[in-house]
């Protein structure tokens, strides 16, 4: 046999077992429950290459750093690295998922053509978000700044990014 077939049989691609969706899904909701915090599973996906991403939320509050360690680690203890190899990333909902939660909250938001809004986040629509933007302008009678509000109505569908603003104040 010569080298180039007797390697090609011991690829790590033809030896890589894809990873069983429903078997992960288990694994999370077994830790979740053992943790009983309100914590819930708002997206799985394992992609062909066997990447596994868990996007968290939770019922009331955040989702903290060791919610995410502990499901990871359930899932990384449960799993076989010489059977299955795979990357894992384990993360809370991002927050186009979340803006329901943070209504009254500062954001900051890109959109996708480049203009960049501040505000107060005001109410979440089927398809938009409504901002509370103050900005200062120039007063043409008194030679000074004064605060103008706006409300905005932003298109989910247009926004790149939003941050949520902490303020130390």
């Not at 990871?72 to 993360?91: A, C, P, T, Y």
């Not at 927050?95 to 939660?101: A, I, V």
């Amino acid at each position: 046999m010569n080298e180039c077939s007797e390697r090609g049989r011991k690829s790590p691609l033809l030896l890589q077992e894809m990873l069983d969706k429903k078997l992960i899904l288990e694994l999370i909701d077994e830790r979740i429950a053992e943790l009983d915090n309100g914590l819930y599973v708002v997206e799985l996906t394992i992609s062909s290459s066997n990447v596994i991403n868990v996007e968290l939320d939770k019922i009331k509050g955040g989702v903290s750093v060791n919610d995410c360690v502990s499901v990871s680690r359930n899932i990384e203890h449960n799993l076989d690295r010489e059977k299955q190899d795979f990357e894992l990333h384990v993360s809370s909902a991002g927050l186009d998922n979340q803006y329901s939660k943070n209504i009254g909250r500062s954001f900051k938001v890109v959109m996708n053509n480049g203009e960049k809004y501040e505000g107060e986040l005001m109410k979440l629509g089927e398809a938009s978000i409504v901002i509370k933007q103050i900005s200062l302008q120039k007063s043409e009678e008194k030679r000074r700044r004064i605060q103008v509000e706006e409300i905005l109505e932003l298109p989910l569908t247009e926004i790149k990014e939003s941050k949520i603003v902490i303020s130390f104040k």
